[in-house]
Nanobody, 121 residues
């Protein structure tokens, strides 16, 4: 079992920045971020593997969000810049997925509790 604990969400104005953190209880090869807005399905945001050789982003966040990890701390981060109101959602950290399933919510075995990000216009 892997426990994931997210932090860093909050309220920010459009154009602002936030950094989310997700600390894992043990080493995991692949970690990702997903988000879910009210009334919508959970969607892929970003993912990276242990060495950062396979890093992917949703088209909607490319150029604005950056995923990176500190392997010594078993922690993955999501730096979010130029935030837009449509980025408002609960953001979830996920761990342990095969490469082929890395963009699918169903591909991950472990999930954090989620952290709310609200972007005001």
């Amino acid at each position: 079992q892997v426990q994931l604990v997210e932090s860093g969400g909050g309220l920010v104005q459009a154009g602002g920045s936030l950094r989310l953190s997700c600390a894992a209880s043990s080493r995991t090869y692949r970690m990702g971020w997903f988000r879910q807005a009210p009334g919508k399905e959970r969607e892929f945001v970003a993912t990276t593997d242990w060495g950062g050789s396979t890093t992917d982003y949703a088209d909607s966040v490319k150029g604005r969000f950056t995923i990176f990890r500190d392997n010594a701390k078993n922690t993955v981060y999501l730096q979010m810049n130029s935030l837009k109101p449509e980025d408002t959602a609960v953001y979830y950290c996920a761990a342990d997925a095969l490469r082929v399933n890395r963009k699918l919510p169903t591909g991950y075995n472990y999930w954090g509790q989620g952290t709310q990000v609200t972007v005001s216009s």
